[in-house]
């Protein structure tokens, strides 16, 4: 019974990463209603940035705490930069457009990102460096390393920082004006493309701390991992109601929990016949039950549903 | 689409250059060209089967792939030694068709009353799960052979005549690439054809009410549900017929010809090309096969030339060339290449869906 | 057969709520087969929402309404089209990329059968069936006043036209209710004339019409009885020169949007 509490641990953060990244999607889509596809990829972005700084610094001989931190803040700025530049050339110019084209660019951008990225850091997986040692913790029979409880509470101080921002600052509000009704904050003084440059680099900034926390908690980076773990951070944020904050955070911890049970239990319960190589297929069936029996999320989406 | 009588001689000759193609490429770029050329008809049937679900339904299905991989899987178990079946060709492929019906209308079933960007990504799971599936599939009972997959599949034959041996016919050698290109050719008209009639139908107007306004078609009297789903099981047959041939074609199939990379490659063909216009559809299949083919053979060359070596993969240079295509042509042209001429914005305008569903909730309010 | 009611619409104790508002709270009322009935009442006083309940958009809370002798509690929209009830929409919704003849003809749809096999194989019958639907599309094109080539876009017929195209919509479905929402809102005082004229000759062609309308005049003209709602409830119903002088409704008026 040791593998429940050591799956809850895993899933748990597993669950922080998703809930990281699914904001990314959910903020968007919650302002421009539409999927950022390319979102996965700034997070191998972030990772990969995050991985040629921290070599550089650390082959330099800086102290490893100020390597992370100094590789940490580049890959946020990168990945500011990178989300800023997604918005202006996939979605600004095709606001008015059919529905599909900015979806197609999306795509666009993230096959030109993963291509990029081969080109630049090639195929082959590399090592993320840790300067720390990195120590294991026993935690009621299940063994927590130091990055996983550093994954954890940061995600947690993430997410309570992007809910104080959202609902205390002045941009949150126009933010959520503009999710509201994006004429009527405009017609308010709302400048819409400010805030949603805005919405676009915030997303990228949690994406690169999320792609720092995997590589960190894996201790590998490849420039194909941004695409499954977009495709189900995405999922958790329709697991916890698209648009919806506070969905997308509950949304990651429940999918990740769901994955690592799952796989940790699925051989048991199917008689050996399916094992945990199954463990992608959980987020995807956990995501049709969703919407099937619950088509709104968990915590209800924040577009109006119509009756 | 009507012909009339001035357009017949113009018809003659495209049928004509249609069939004569096939050499015409052989002799110009090479018998490898003619391959591709059949893998291009594949991928138009594909992209038009998708095209009734996106274009005319309005309905974004992003794991159209899976009922592609159905077709290609159920020919490939029952046509190979992988269980030592030979099934005949005009089972397999009817049942493999089936087969991604039964898959369409089951997925959609419970799912087609989703909002649009619901049904994006549940599709897209479906997709997942059918290849994850393929993919393990081997153990502890083998039955698709994993990620390895399965070959020696039966090449196509009808009744002896084997499509994948040289027949001689009025003393030209047809190869098998020269035959597989009109057999797919014939399978590619009869979707086109299947796709005319119905685009021009009473069901075909159906479809185009619910992409136009799905409450407003619903409140005249169509049965939303069920005409949503007869686009979804229609879409699927045929990506399950063009599966069954693309096994038979390729004599192997494996897990990762089915990823989600694949459907998207499928939509954009549709999209890009011009969503609901079958001609511009058909543009978008030729120009996502041929592009890219041709880049993988120039690039590697072009580069010795200028810089005497090679300096970027030329596989990711293509993908990234692909990337950058698809971001240029949407920007410039948002439509697609080629929009049917009626309907230039085929889906509605974001504005106007956010609009629209405000509506629902206060059709008073404006 | 038996002989058909004389009532054509009857909904009693009719309730839907959003949230804690009340929409329309236990409105009673019948339309009778053969006349043109009024609905008005100040803006929000729940008009279009109870022809969402009647069309099947929403699903009422409380009470039930029954239509043509069949009772109905909650129902899909499109077998209340199937049954005889069909509308028109306050803020056009047309489909937009389509021609004017297609939208008519998509109408027709609810009235006829030919599925994939006719539309492959072109047999007879379904050949036959195209063809009159084009035709009584053509027809009602006629019959409501478009005159444009039959291969506009909706989306670039006129205001008026658009109005009217929704309506020659509606007729094809061969309603026996056609349920009108607002449908002279915009219109100059010559096109409210012609859409006068128009909606009496649907009613002498045996439709029975339900109209929301803001114009007084209209309906004052048109109307044979009139119910008047307001906050949800209704208030007055009557010949429209009672409802007229009845002081809840001039209080209902005044209070609301003088
Ligand atoms: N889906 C909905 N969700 C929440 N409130 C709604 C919804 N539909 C209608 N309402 C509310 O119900 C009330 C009645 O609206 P309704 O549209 O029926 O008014 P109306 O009489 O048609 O007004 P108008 O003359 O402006 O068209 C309004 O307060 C409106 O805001
Ligand atoms: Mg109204």
Redesign the pocket.
Known sequence: MDILFQQIVNGLVQGSVYALVALGYTMVYGILGLINFAHGEVVMVGAMVALTVLQILLAAALSSVLAVLCSLMVAVAACMALGYGIERVAYRPLRNAPRLAPLITAIGVSIVLQNLAMMIWGREYHAFPMPFSNGLHELGGAIITDVQIAIVLIALLMMAGLMLLIHRSRFGRSMRAVAENPSAAALMGVDINRVISATFMLGSALAAVAGFMVSANYGIVHYYMGFMLGLKAFTAAVLGGIGNLRGAMLGGVVLGLIESLGAGYIGDLSGGFFGSNYQDVFAFFVLIAVLVFRPSGLLGERVAE?? | MKFNHQSKPMLAAFAAALLVLPFIIDSLLGHGWVRIADFALLYIMLALGLNIVVGYAGLLDLGYIAFFAVGAYTYALLGSPQFGLHWPIWAVLPLGALLACFFGVLLGAPTLRLRGDYLAIVTLGFGEIIRIFMNNLNAPVNITNGPQGISSIDPLSMGGFSFSKTHELFGVDFTAVHLHYYLFLGFTLLVIFVSLRLQHSRIGRAWMAIREDEVAANAMGINTRNIKLLAFAMGATFGGISGGLFAGFQGFVSPESFSLMESVMILCMVVLGGMGNIAGVVLGGVLLVILPEAFRHGAGPLQQALFGKIVVDPESLRMLMFGLALILVMLWRPAGLWPSTQRRRELMPDETVAQQEQD??????K | MTQPSETLLELSGVCKH??G?A?LSAVSLHIKRGEIYGLI??????????F?VITGL?QLDEGTFSFDANSYACCKPHLLAQAGIARTF?NIRLFANMTALENVMVGRHVRTHSGIWGALTHNRATCAEERAIAGRAHELLRYVGIHRPSNTLAKNLSYGEQRRLEIARALATEPKLLAL??PVAGMNATETESLKALLQSIRNDGVTVLL?E?DVKLIMGLCDRVAV?DY?KKIAEGKPEDVRRDPAVIAAYLGGEA
């Open positions: 119509r009756a | 629902t909730v206060y059709d008073a309010a | 959003f949230g508002l929409a009442g100040p803006n929000g006083a729940g008009k279009t929402t109870l969402n929403y306050q929402d607002e929301i803001h709602l949800g």
